[in-house]
């Protein structure tokens, strides 16, 4: 089946910190995969995708990659700021039925 | 930002009453669907819809309904609602080219069953 493990949280930083969020998959055939953030009251919102294998995906100073032979797909970040406080969701995206697949969600606190 | 609403914003209701949570989307968007947030679980996909009468259902289904009898409105009923069913629920919609499409989520409904 397809499912999707992220980091256990919460995390806390402070500001211009290195972030690491760690996110590995598990799927049949060759799946898409995102990052979404989702802040405070909001809905979430797509962050980043990749496609492919080795595709690497960026927005904001974020960026991850597509590794298939580790199955993982990292999100990271050189220099957070308080403005990246928000929980962050890997997901993995099936063409079989047009469906995603969640990662529980990783909250992350910048603090100044 | 993608145009989806969600009805009511917050809901409180007792044990055994019916629900119903409306999702509105001004896209045109092909699918559509239902997922609950909790603690420790993330998201999980309720039901969703390919097309107008068309619908499947999602990992946790069990306890829901829902209908689709236009492209832009979107429908989760609670029959008979339960403490279990407690949850912030949002609503998504994509448009499908046969390849991944982007999910756009409404601002969520939180629902308390007391």
């Known amino acids: 089946g397809n499912s999707v493990t992220q980091m256990e949280g919460p995390v806390t930083l402070s500001e211009e910190a290195f972030l690491t969020i760690n996110c590995t998959y598990t799927?049949?055939?060759?799946?898409?995969l995102f990052w979404y953030v989702q802040y405070p009251g909001e809905g979430l919102q797509l962050l980043l995708k990749?496609?492919?294998?080795?595709d690497k995906g960026s927005n904001k100073g974020f960026e991850a990659t597509y590794r298939k032979e580790t199955t993982s797909f990292h999100l990271e970040k050189g220099s957070v700021q308080v403005s990246d406080s928000a929980v962050y969701f890997c997901?993995?995206?099936?063409?079989?039925?047009?469906?995603?697949?969640f990662g529980t969600g990783t909250s992350l606190t910048v603090i100044p | 930002d993608a145009g989806i609403t969600q009805s009511p914003r917050h809901k409180v209701t007792e044990t055994g009453t019916p629900v119903t949570l409306r999702c509105h989307q001004t896209?045109?968007?092909?699918?559509m669907y239902w997922y609950r947030q909790d603690p420790g679980h993330g998201l999980r996909l309720i039901h969703y819809?390919?097309?107008?009468?068309?619908?499947d259902k999602g990992e946790v289904s069990d306890g829901y309904s829902v209908s689709r009898s236009k492209t832009e409105d979107f429908l989760l009923t609670l029959e008979s609602a339960t403490s279990s069913q407690t949850s912030v629920y949002f609503c998504?919609?994509?448009?499908?080219?046969?390849?991944?499409?982007?999910?756009?989520f409404g601002p969520g409904t939180r629902l308390l069953v007391l």
């Open positions: 998504a919609i994509s448009e499908s080219t046969g390849g991944p499409e982007t999910q756009y």
């Open positions: 799927a049949t055939g060759y799946p898409s």
């Open positions: 990749a496609t492919k294998a080795d």
């Open positions: 997901a993995l995206w099936q063409v079989t039925g047009n469906q995603f697949y």
């Open positions: 896209e045109n968007h092909r699918y």
């Open positions: 819809s390919y097309g107008v009468k068309d619908t």
